[in-house]
Structures are given as structure tokens and as C-alpha cells.
């Protein structure tokens, strides 16, 4: 390791941990799709009562304004993010986490600074009670979590405020700045007993103070309730709940190819998986009952029993193994339910249910996707990886089933501390060489773009063809510019496809990675599976210039670049291996004649903030 490499910069500038050249930085994380910044969905108060209590909500379940599920609305807007990833042994399955980014993962700002940041807001509540009804609210907490930055107790903090109807006006009711139990969640009960707060249309919400660059300054919200007669007014609850499972029955991926699935489905399922649950009664339990259910588009193809009924202390945590068998024999996924994209809902399901608000932690829940890619992450990032220095690579290895052609990557482009937007990168695929990357097959020229439809969005990077890969081992990845901080890469740390897998090269050769190994980092490639056209057609790029052609080409000494506006463009030039050649700024005509022969790509930006790429030949 070259360790005359490192460097530091100041953590309030840019927060980041780093061996050699390789650097983690935060991210931000979620488990349910949330929607996008520019369609969320807000509590419209005119349409709905006040709720009743009791007000319950361990975020097991959905009950955000939209919810597919139909669930009462309990939140009016999020900002907090409704996750399984960053809490370290929760109460329950899924918690609410604030840090220094908006509703569609994004941060707040690219610039230095601390400020207000997530609010997650109760809908008007029905809290006509007196004084000494022991109306009281309760909830857990937890800084820093999984996360790698926690909050600073010197400028973050979580937050509590009331709002009392008729002076329709917030107040601040608690707040803290402890940060010293990262590995457990604290317990907080608040009796509400002024009368100013007592009332119809009763609201409360939870903020945060943030680095707002990031997943910075992490607080992890659970189990909140809010009831009379004090009856939550301490920890103990009869409750047996789900904490943690699995993310997929797949043996060694998230997700495949349904055609590669299809070629021996018995070897690529797990034997067994691991489940974790919590008793928060103040006595043992007997956990009975317990079943796997499989659905298919809302009808079941699968039920597989456990008949094992393990015991489980008083508030204690137990580990679970169900057995993947069906009749006997190795469970499989029905492929014959579709020719292209086939989605099964999972349900792993705890018989014993014991009280009502919070029954959907007896069910620990996970989509098991078949279609054109494969993937090792669960679909979201706790963490961002990085490789510094101009021209660095980065390279995941896969296995495929099935001898078939790789179309496009798809990678989830994290936002934070540095704006890469519309930076140029190269994707590329490599053979195996060894267990390295070995000779390059095929790459792309690119621009770093974020995704903003929708949270934790992975963004499609397609290559002009298709690039044949036999079955066995590949590496994919891609090649940085200029970006001498690196670009960074979400990266899921529940899961461990990068161990053995993930390598670098910061300018030193190949090396696998030595900060992230247990984890996966979220670059996945697709196949030209059934169905792929249909992701073809439907990639598009609404910031394209239109028109644009560039000829001759090949070229030798000039070539005309037309557009549908003829506006003044901006055109970067590079080598195929993504290295800066030139920059100029032209109407229409382009010389040339200084390059030598070979293949380029030139990056091409008009007045508008439109860009295109577009591969060009020089010949002599």
C-alpha cells in the first residue's frame, strides 16, 4: 500500500476516511422507493379526519401520503429517510433516519456548513384529553448507527416540537446532543400534560441540525407512540418483532438474469437463511407459527413452514434459521410465470402477533427480481467509495450462467461533498485475467450524471453495441477523467460481494480493496436478456442536443459539427481510455488535424447546458 499517498483535508471541508488512495464517503440510504423531489406527497389536511389515538408507527410498514398499501396516512411529508440499513440493533424491522439530505437523497449543499435539515411531521391528531388522562409520547433513538459519520455534539442535534393548535404555533419540547451510544437505541418518554397542547389538531415532528453535504450527523428514530393512561411510558411492550433477514434466497446475488436463473435454478438458491428477532415483552416467548410466503403479481405460488418454534427471552434478540425446502426438496422460483421481468414478493412471516398498531413487524419483507441484471447490494447505500487520482479505475467481477452480451451498466452515482455532474468518465468491461482485470473488451465515454426521479436512483450508462461475455468471470467498471477526489459510487454494506471481487488501480496496477471489502458496491451489468429492448426504449436523454451530427468521419483534418440551432459549442476531446486531449469552442468546424490517427470521443455542451458524445475516427 502506498501510503506516501495519503492526505488530509479538514473533516467540516470534506469528512471522508481514506487508505491510500482508496476513500469512503458517506451516503444516503432508503429500502422503500420514495418520491421523486419534484412530485412528493403531501397530508392534505381538508381531506382527512384527525387521527385517534393510539398514534403508533416502528416504520415496518408504509403510512407516508401515497402509500400503495393503503395504510392510514399517520406522517404529513418526509424528509427522514424510512430504512433497515443504518440502525445498529434496532427495536424493530426499519427505522427513520436524519441526516444532511433531502427527500431524493441529494444534500442540502454542496457547500460546507451546518443548518436545519430533515422534518418529519405527525398529521393533525385528535388530542382532546385533560391533564390527567397520562396522554405522553415515547420513541427511541440512536446517532450514528451503521453510518460512518454520526452527529457532532457540538453543532448537530435531533429535535422535538408540539404544536399547539390554537396559537398555531410550534414549541420547542426536547432535544439531544448525547452521541456516545452508537451501538444501542435510548428510550424517551415525554408526558404531555399543558393544556395548550391538548387539543384538536395536536401535531408533532422531529428535525435535525446536519452537515448538509451528506449522510452526515445520522440519527436513527424508532417506535414512536404517542397513547394515554401512560401506558407506554417505558420500554416494555408486548411485542415480538422482526429486526433483520435476508435480501435475497439466491446464493450468490441480489438479483440475475431470469434466462441465466433459468439454466440450473437448484445451484443458485441458498440452503438456508438467517432471520433476527426481538422480544420486547418483560417475558419469554415461544416463536411458532413462523412461514415463508411467495407471491407472484398478488397470488401465491410458494408457502414453505418452519415447524421449529425456538424460544426467545425477555428483551433479548434471537437468530433465526429457516430451511429453503419445499416438500423436501431444494426450494425453486416458478421461472415459467413470465418470459422477461419476473418479480416475486417475498414475506417471511412470524405467527405470533401480539399487538395490533405494530403487526406489520411480524412480517420481514423483500422483492426477489429476475430480468437483465445482476447485482450483489440490496438496492441501497449506507456509504460512498471513491479511488483518487486522474485516470484511476475501478473493477467488479461477476460470474454469468450463461453465455450472453452486456448491453449497458448501471450504477448508483452518489452525490456529495464535490458536484461531478456532466464530468466525462469511461464505463468498460475487462476479461479475467487471473482473478484481475485483464485485456478490455469494450468501453463507452460518458457523463457523470445524479439521478433525481426517484431516491437512491442507479443511472444507466450504455455501450454503442452489445459486447459479447461467454459464461464464467467478467469485470466491469469504468475509468475517471480529471476527477482527482474520485467519483463516487454507492456502496451497500449489508452485503459482501466485493470481497475478492473489487479492485483498483490508482496509477500502481491492480489491487483489490482494502476499505470496503465487506460490502458491495453498486455497479451492475445488463444483459441482452428477454425483454432488455424494452429498457432501450424507454432510455432516453432529454438533455441531449438535438440534432447533432458530426461528418466526416472519418476524419483528417477537419469535420463540421451541425446542430439544429447552430449554437456555439463547447467540445472536449479525448483518447478511448478517457484521457483530456483538447478543449475548444466552435460554431461549426473543428480542426483536427493535430490528432494523431486512431478513435476519439468528443464531449459536446451547447449554450443551453445540453451535452452528446460522439465517437470520431482519425485517419492519415
Known sequence: MNFNKLFCLLALILPFQMLAQEMIYPATIITEKAVSKKRIVKYDAKDDALLELPFVDDFSTDYFPGNEEGNTVLWEARNATVNNGLPINAPTVGVASFDGTDEVGYPYSFDSGVGPADTLSSCPIDLDYGIDDGVGLSFYFQPKG??????????????????????????????????????????????????????????????????????????????????????????????????????????????????????????????????????????????????????????ITDILPNFNEPPIAAQSTVDYTHQLTDDGNQFTYETSLADDELIFDVNINLGTADFGPTVSNNSFRFKQSFYTHY???????????????????????????????????????????????????????????????????????????????????????????????????????????????????????????????????????????????????????????????????????????????IYPNPANQAIVISTETQDLLSVSIFDISGRLIDQDRVSNRLNVSDLVPGIYLLQISDSQGRHSVKKLSIER
Open 146 to 299: 451503521r453510518s460512518f459519520f454520526g452527529p457532532s455534539a457540538t453543532t448537530d442535534s435531533l429535535i422535538l416540537e408540539f404544536y399547539a393548535p390554537e396559537l398555531d404555533e410550534w414549541f420547542w419540547i426536547w432535544s439531544t446532543i448525547n452521541v456516545s451510544n452508537t451501538e444501542d437505541f435510548s428510550f424517551v418518554y415525554i408526558p404531555i400534560t399543558n393544556t395548550k397542547y391538548l387539543k384538536e389538531g395536536f401535531k408533532f415532528r422531529f428535525r435535525n441540525i446536519a452537515f448538509l453535504q451528506g449522510l452526515y450527523s445520522v440519527w436513527n428514530l424508532d417506535y414512536v407512540w404517542l397513547d394515554q393512561n401512560s401506558i407506554n411510558d417505558d420500554p416494555i411492550v408486548n411485542d415480538v418483532a422482526f429486526v433483520d433477514g435476508p435480501i435475497s434466497f439466491l446464493q450468490d446475488y441480489s438479483a440475475m438474469p431470469l434466462s441465466h436463473y433459468e439454466v440450473d435454478p437448484s445451484e443458485r438458491m441458498r440452503e438456508d437463511i438467517q432471520v433476527l428477532f426481538r422480544n420486547l415483552n418483560d417475558g419469554p416467548r415461544t416463536l411458532e407459527g413462523n412461514e415463508i410466503v411467495v407471491s407472484h403479481q398478488g397470488t
Open 375 to 549: 447485482s450483489y447490494d440490496d438496492g441501497s447505500a449506507e456509504v460512498g467509495y471513491a479511488v483518487a487520482g486522474n485516470g484511476s479505475r475501478m473493477a467488479l467481477r461477476y460470474t454469468n450462467f450463461k453465455s450472453d452480451s452486456v448491453w449497458a451498466l448501471r450504477i448508483y452515482t452518489m452525490p456529495i461533498g464535490l458536484n461531478f455532474e456532466n464530468t466525462p468518465f469511461t464505463i468498460k468491461i475487462w476479461e479475467d485475467a487471473g482473478g484481475v482485470p485483464g485485456t478490455e473488451l469494450a468501453s463507452a465515454l460518458h457523463e457523470f450524471v445524479y439521478g433525481q426521479e426517484e431516491y437512491q436512483e442507479l443511472i444507466l450508462f450504455q455501450f454503442e453495441e452489445p459486447v459479447f461475455i461467454p459464461s464464467g468471470t467478467f469485470f466491469v467498471g469504468f475509468q475517471q477523467s480529471t476527477q482527482s477526489s474520485g467519483l463516487r459510487v454507492g456502496v451497500d454494506l449489508n452485503t459482501s460481494g466485493n470481497e475478492g471481487n473489487l479492485y483498483y488501480d490508482d496509477g500502481n496496477g491492480w489491487q483489490l480493496t482494502s476499505v470496503v471489502a465487506q460490502a458491495s458496491t453498486m455497479i451492475h451489468p445488463l444483459f441482452t436478456t428477454e425483454g432488455y429492448q424494452d429498457i432501450v426504449a424507454s432510455t432516453n436523454n432529454p438533455t441531449a442536443i438535438p440534432g447533432l451530427r
